[in-house]
């Protein structure tokens, strides 16, 4: 399991072998990881995961079985969550329908004791952060569901927390919108330099968000890296194939040295990288290739560093930016490829039928255990 | 029969036919063009009987206002005000009414204190098996009856009663509940809570949880997110709870009846007791007519206070989210 680089200065968020279990269901196991302050990390996997059990842990909303919370240097995982320093937005947003968009904000701020004095000014200056400036007296269905965003933000901030949690606010909307929020949300977590954990399914979300990436599956940590290095050199098969559009080319390993593999897929040799020096020769693997690293190559075309196979175009799609090809692969057993072509406009579009070579460099070819 | 379908000789099958035949008759009886009225057919019954419910208070009120000629025991020919003078002025009907009141409001306040998070739980446990439970102990009680109830509670509250042997057995001295004011407000209580658990698990199931969650994290200790977020989020509910446990209170007969011993009446009694052991139809009518005006009136400043939207007409439609 990754673990996260330690940093210099005291982490805001502390998480040590956080497990729980519901019934028979291990929701999250052993989960831990640190947290810089000021940092944006977004948790990544699909739904039953234990991304939202995991996230609602820290928030305080269930108790974990074992380990330990701290937030800002403090062990709060027995703590009620209105005694943490945490603003959360929810997916269903969560805002008080009989509450102008003010009197949202302004909860937090009553509940937590804050002085009556500036309160109106610190709710003013918090709506204008999030750009709702002089829509405070609106109710929630007299706004839009950008603006409801917004005031579910400022809610989640106002009282300057410790932490502040995403858990999938943006899942529910259209993708222009979302895709808006999702630069909002990064400029407002810049501006305000509060730590984050968001919670989601969606990888571009991840990627476009975060500066740190944890990747969970069945209640496990898979990979704790940045955006770039979690679809650069994910750490498993999974995390390959969550991230991404990945082609896996079920094999047995030739040979393993240094780093450089070389797989046999139904008889075809295929030199690739693989990270996992306990791999013995002979053993099941999965090369798994991304379709945009995968290319169609004219005839004796190939470099000296790229594997070469051919294949038959089974089916074309045009979106634009790209061709997206499914293929079929006979000697590699006949298994499906996926290949985008990301220059459309300068390549000649290969009809269904058609006898291709398809080529990929032997480093873009990522070796696993099966 | 089943050979019939297949029968093409007469052209279509019988059953299709049939159906043509019926068609044919719904044509007659209501023809397409008043399709839009259909709507407002399906509300006609209900509008028949609420409407018939409001005509029976005009031969009601025609007789209230008909003294008893004490020489014939008939009610009089002309129109007088004697039967309302009476319940002015004698002092055991202001003290029946008070009672009455009294009790709408005892027993609502406490009904809708026990129901409230009777129904949270039952909306917002995560165990099938606890809302089962809850969903029966609810149900239960509607299938004994409000009499059989009654003297089930003077069984536990009377002399030899369940409460004084528990009483007895703990070295206390016996109480006398049976036959009391108190005796009557605990079984009406009873009898009133799962109409107002009812009414309430709906305006409870449509506050989503998220809410509640949100504002704990927000720093609202339970109380606080009680008193600030669900209370005004599930108002429309405990309106409409509460005026349906006063009204039904304000009405009963049978707990004052069974459980007050005699001592007790509800203004339902004494319209009883003029009916029938009077033999005053026009008092009687001239109570019931008092007891439609207090409920209405009661019923009419919730409303005016809360405003119509209260009840979720208005209100119901605002996005919650």
Same mark, same amino acid.
């Given at each position: 399991m990754a673990q996260a680089t330690t940093a210099a200065a005291e982490p805001m968020v502390r998480l040590e072998r956080v497990s729980k279990r519901f019934g028979a269901t291990l929701?999250?196991?052993t989960a831990s990881f640190d947290l810089e302050p000021g940092s944006f990390l977004t948790i990544l996997g699909p739904s039953g995961c234990g991304k939202t059990t995991l996230l609602r842990m820290i928030a305080g909303f269930i108790r974990p079985d074992g380990g330990s919370i701290v937030l800002n240097g403090r062990p709060v995982a027995a703590d009620p969550p209105w005694r943490r320093s945490i603003g959360m937005v929810f997916q269903k947003l969560a805002l008080f329908p009989h509450m102008t968009a003010a009197q949202n904000v302004a909860y937090p701020l009553k509940m937590r004791g804050f002085p009556r004095q500036g309160m109106a000014e610190r709710v003013e200056r918090y709506l204008s952060i999030v750009r +709702?400036? /002089? +829509? /405070? /007296?609106?109710?929630p269905h007299e706004l839009s569901g950008g603006q409801q965003q917004r005031v579910a933000i400022a809610r989640a901030l106002v009282f300057e927390p410790d932490l502040l949690l995403l858990d999938e606010p943006l899942a529910a909307l259209d993708r222009k919108l979302r895709e808006d929020m999702q630069l909002e949300f990064r400029r407002i977590q810049r501006e305000l330099g509060v730590t984050t954990i968001n919670v989601t399914h969606d990888q571009r979300e991840a990627l476009v968000m975060s500066d740190r990436i944890l990747v969970m599956e069945g209640g496990r940590i898979q990979q704790a890296a940045n955006p770039v290095d979690t679809y650069a050199r994910p750490a498993n098969r999974f995390v390959a194939g969550f991230l991404g559009v990945t082609n896996f080319l079920p094999g047995r390993l030739a040979s393993l040295a240094e780093g450089r593999a070389v797989v046999e897929v139904e008889g075809t040799r295929l030199e690739g990288l693989c990270a996992d020096p306990s791999l013995a020769p002979g053993a099941a693997v999965a090369a798994a290739v991304r379709a945009e690293r995968v290319r169609i190559a004219g005839? /004796?075309?190939?470099?000296?560093?790229e594997s070469d196979v051919e294949g038959e175009v089974v089916e074309v799609v045009f979106e634009g930016d790209r061709f997206v090809y499914e293929l079929r692969m006979p000697s590699l057993g006949g298994i499906p490829l996926r290949l985008f072509d990301l220059d459309p406009l300068a390549h000649p579009r290969h009809a269904p039928g058609e006898r291709v070579t398809v080529a990929w460099r032997h480093r873009d070819l990522m070796v696993f255990p099966a | 029969m089943a050979s019939t379908i297949h029968d093409k000789g007469a052209g279509r099958p019988v059953g299709l036919r049939l159906l043509d035949l019926l068609e044919a008759a719904r044509e007659l009886l209501w023809p397409a063009r008043m399709a839009p009225l259909t709507p407002w057919l399906f509300l006609l019954p209900a509008v028949l009987l609420t409407g018939l419910l409001a005509a029976g208070l005009i031969p009601l009120l025609d007789a209230s206002l008909r003294p008893l !000629?004490?020489?014939? #025991?008939r009610l009089a020919e002309d129109y007088a005000l004697g039967n309302y003078a009476t319940l002015a002025t004698r002092p055991v009907y202001g003290v029946i009414a008070l009672r009455t009141l009294m009790a709408g409001l005892i027993v609502t306040a406490a009904t809708l204190a026990l129901a409230f998070p009777y129904a949270w739980m039952m909306v917002r446990t995560q165990h099938a098996w606890l809302r089962k439970l809850l969903l029966v102990s609810l149900f239960l009680p509607f299938f004994i009856g409000q009499v059989v109830r009654a003297y089930g509670w003077l069984i536990i509250l009377g002399k030899q009663g369940l409460l004084n042997a528990l009483l007895d057995g703990l070295g206390l001295p016996p109480s006398s509940l049976a036959f009391t004011y108190t005796a009557v407000l605990i079984g009406l209580v009873q009898y009133m809570l799962p109409f107002a658990v009812l009414m309430l698990a709906p305006a409870l199931t449509a506050v989503p949880v998220e809410v509640e969650l949100a504002s704990a994290s927000l720093g609202a200790r339970p109380f606080a997110t009680f008193r600030h977020i669900l209370l005004p989020m599930a108002r429309p509910g405990i309106v409409a709870a509460g005026i349906v446990v006063f009204t039904l209170t304000l009405t009963d007969f049978a707990m004052p009846e069974i459980m007050g011993g005699g001592g007790n009446d509800f203004i339902a009694s004494a319209v009883y007791d003029a009916f #029938?052991?009077?033999? !005053?139809a026009g008092l009687g009518a001239a109570l019931g007519i008092g007891l439609t005006l207090v409920g209405s009136a009661v019923v009419g400043v919730i409303l005016a206070f809360f405003g119509l939207g209260t009840l979720g007409y208005v209100e119901g439609r605002e996005e919650r989210s």
């Open positions: 929701a999250v196991e +709702l400036g /002089g +829509l /405070g /007296g609106r109710r005839t /004796g075309e190939t470099a000296p560093d | !000629d004490r020489a014939t #025991f #029938f052991q009077l033999g !005053d």
